[in-house]
């Protein structure tokens, strides 16, 4: 049996980390008429200035395609965005190699669906997946099993506590699973799971694993090592970097083996009219002309959160969650989708109200300045096994404060007498 609860202990006390505000260009800025007070993390961070300025100072001084290159500007440019590959590896504990630059968490899950997956699944096959995550971790192994015949089945998550059901893990395993892939941190019950005690269950029976950690890799220390983990997909934006980019981590065994995706150049070795060769790792996954300028401003991001610390902002976010948990449970007509107050949760927290939509909370908030997100936020199926069609969440990050809930509350107290 695996114990889904094995989030970080709760930190007694607010680490402070209010100083990095001023790094952030957007944060003094008016929504209508109030500074803004932005709690929409889980969809994309804000930039700080570092990033922002690595990524001009890219088009400005060495804008050039990488790679194809001899002159000077295309020699800089690639050895700043290679620089940037380098540096990720680093940041997640892996080969350089074992790198590949996508366009996102869903760019990266798609690659694997559709060169792993495709290669390596055939009708009757398993993918196991897990009741609570995103579409993009959901979409494209529901259509990598309409094109292969392979089945997808799910581990439950409770309800009531927000955790995966994990007592028959071996058991489901060993039934003709050939992937499973899972979700680090919910983005809507801020559940983080056991991943490293999972991929251990799944290496143990065969099972190839991957990780969508779009919703961790900006807010704690992570390690592929340490996860055992396969294949782990992340995007740059919800990490204080650029949209548009991304990485996906995969054991190089796996890569060599895997076909490429996408056809055009930089991907190959040779060209004739009637074949090609594909070029080594981890070129052969990276067709066209890539996202430069996120690379780079990547680079920057990674850097300053590790300036920041990954274990403060870990910490950090754990408390503004926490708290906005407990406090929102409070309201009279609230509900707290996740683990209920007092248990251990990620930076964010979903809730809804008996008769309040979730929009209309989310509307009414904006009017004071304050961005929340309302909707299925991409899990639509946990919401209808949840019984409600859209929920408003507030999700945190390093540079959110205690005061700006105490806002939140407020504003929320004043929306419950006007319309409940």
Known sequence: MISSDVAAEPVTGTTNLAAYRVDFPIL??????????????????????????????YYENDNSNVHRGTH???TRATERFEAARTRAARFIGAEAEEVIYTGGTTDGINLVANSWGVSNL???????????????????????????????????????????????????????????AMVHVS?????????????????????????????????????????????????AH????????????????LLEAMPPWRGGGEMIRTVEYSHSTWNELP???ESGTPNIAGAIGFHAAMDFLDAVGREAINAHDRELGAYAAARIAELPGMRILGPPPGQPRAGLVAFVHESI????????????????????HCTMPMHAKFGISASA????????????????????????????
């Not at 994309?44 to 990524?55: F, G, S």
């Not at 650029?242 to 054991?251: D, E």
């Not at 909370?361 to 904006?366: E, F, K, M, Q, V």
């Open 28 to 57: 003094g800025k008016q929504v209508n008429g109030k500074t803004l007070i932005y709690f929409d993390n889980g969809a994309t961070t804000q930039k700080p200035k570092q990033v922002i300025a690595a990524i001009r100072a």
């Open 393 to 420: 969440r507030a999700s945190f990050y390093l540079y959110n404060t205690v005061d700006e809930i105490d806002a939140l509350l407020g504003t929320l107290r004043r929306l419950l007498k006007i319309l409940a």
């Open 122 to 180: 055939r009708e009757g096959d398993k993918i196991l997946l897990t009741e609570m995550e995103h579409h993009s971790n959901l979409v494209p192994w529901q259509m990598l099993a309409e094109r292969t015949g392979a089945r997808l089945e799910y581990l439950a998550v409770d309800e009531a506590t927000g955790l995966l059901d994990l007592d028959l893990l071996d058991e489901r395993l060993a039934d003709g699973v050939k992937l499973l």
């Open 283 to 285: 070129y052969k996954f």
């Open 357 to 376: 939509h979730a929009e209309d909370i989310c509307t009414l908030a904006d009017e004071a300045g304050i961005a929340l997100r309302g909707g299925h």
């Open 238 to 253: 919800k990490m204080a970097g650029p949209t548009g980019f991304g990485i996906l981590y995969g054991r190089r065994e």
């Open 72 to 74: 000077t500007l295309s």
């Open 187 to 235: 983005n809507v019950l801020g559940t983080e799971n056991p991943v490293a005690e999972i991929c251990a269950a799944a290496r143990r029976a065969g099972v190839v694993t991957l990780v969508d950690a779009a919703q961790t890799i900006g807010h704690q220390p992570l390690d592929v090592q340490a996860l055992g983990c396969d294949f782990l997909a992340a995007g």
